[in-house]
């Protein structure tokens, strides 16, 4: 769900949206002159959500343990803000001097995305009165009456308020990519198969041809069998012959894209997530070209990748080596991963 501002500029709602991602679900939503109006907005637009959360786009260095943190707490006490400790000694002023000291132990600073039970947000929007535009939602749903969980914030979720905190933003968010780029890893994947007459030829499950097609214990899918070694060889963690022995009868006919997803939850069980794919396939026939973008687009779909993150290209062999002819079909794969810290 994505709530936009009144007067917000059309390039400012495609930017947005882009950025969402591909496979996420997305309602564009005129918001209000107040940030209880456009949650009101977002909120109205809701359907079949049990739960939801709220975040506020200054701050944009929200990370997925924090949205984690706060969902479990949301599901668990209907309502859950993430919040830090105030480290500073807080005075009050006057006329320029310190007046008096503020204890802090009990003082903490309230963060986004702030998690409800969607119709407990609901209500609370329903019963506040109309003039109080309230500070954030954690605080209509307390008036309410309902308790709300605190949840350890994060000091990089900062808010981008003034001039030097988007400076500090910038700063964050460059050591953030510099850390991932280190945590990079590249791994490299093969797999040749003979076409034999009778077999479907399918790409990340996209049928190519149906007279002839890779013969395999699976259902032969060069490019999901080559990419999935490229995934595990980066990550360290073998390759298909392990994962998938075809000694096993249970990976009899596996299809590739389910063998593709498996590989994916066997990454982040060791903690890696695919983040791009480079894939040649080296083939006379079928033609790739013509079924290139929906081969590209099931295989992000399989890795939970974005179109442009995948590249997939066909080459043939030019008279040359043991495929020519059509008596086969081989692939190169180049997968990045990193680290899911």
Not at 44 to 68: I, K
Not at 108 to 130: D, K, N, S, W
Not at 232 to 243: C, E, F, T
Not at 254 to 269: F, I, M, S, W
């Amino acid at each position: 769900m994505l709530v936009v501002p009144d007067g917000a500029a059309g390039a400012e709602v495609a930017e947005a949206a882009r950025a969402a991602g591909s496979g996420t679900r997305l309602a564009v939503v005129p918001g209000g002159a107040r940030r209880r109006d456009s949650v009101a907005a977002g909120l109205a637009a809701v359907r079949g959500a049990e739960h939801v959360l709220v975040h506020d786009t200054a701050r944009p260095l929200l990370s997925a343990a924090l949205v984690g943190r706060v969902l479990a707490a949301a599901r668990a006490e209907g309502a859950a803000v993430p919040a830090l400790a105030i480290a500073d000694a807080l005075v009050r002023g006057a006329e320029g001097r310190v007046a008096d000291e503020v204890p802090r132990q009990a003082l903490f600073a309230v963060q986004t995305p702030q998690g409800f039970r969607t119709e407990l947000l609901r209500e609370a929007h329903r019963q506040a009165p109309l003039d109080w535009d309230a500070a954030d939602d954690g605080a209509l749903v307390r008036a309410l009456g309902h308790p709300v969980a605190l949840v350890e914030g994060e000091a990089e979720n900062v808010k981008v308020t003034w001039a030097g905190d988007l400076a500090r933003a910038e700063a964050m968010l460059a050591a953030r990519e510099e850390r991932t780029a280190m945590s990079s890893r590249v791994g490299i994947g093969w797999d040749v198969h003979p076409l034999v007459a009778g077999r479907v030829f399918r790409l990340a499950g996209v049928e190519v041809g149906a007279e002839f097609g890779p013969a395999g214990h699976s259902d032969g899918d060069p490019l999901a069998h080559a990419v999935a070694d490229a995934l595990l060889g980066a990550a360290a963690l073998g390759d298909i012959g392990r994962l998938f022995p075809d000694t096993d009868p249970r990976w009899a006919g596996l299809p590739g894209l389910e063998l593709l997803r498996r590989t994916r939850q066997h990454l982040a069980g060791h903690g890696f997530l695919p983040v791009q794919v480079d894939a040649v396939l080296v083939v006379d026939a079928p033609k790739i070209a013509p079924h290139s973008q929906a081969i590209r687009s099931a295989l992000a779909d399989a890795l939970g990748l974005r179109d442009e993150a995948v590249s997939v290209k066909g080459k043939r062999t030019e008279g040359l080596g043991g495929l020519a002819g059509g008596k086969g079909v081989a692939c190169h794969a180049v997968a990045t991963v990193i680290r899911n810290a």
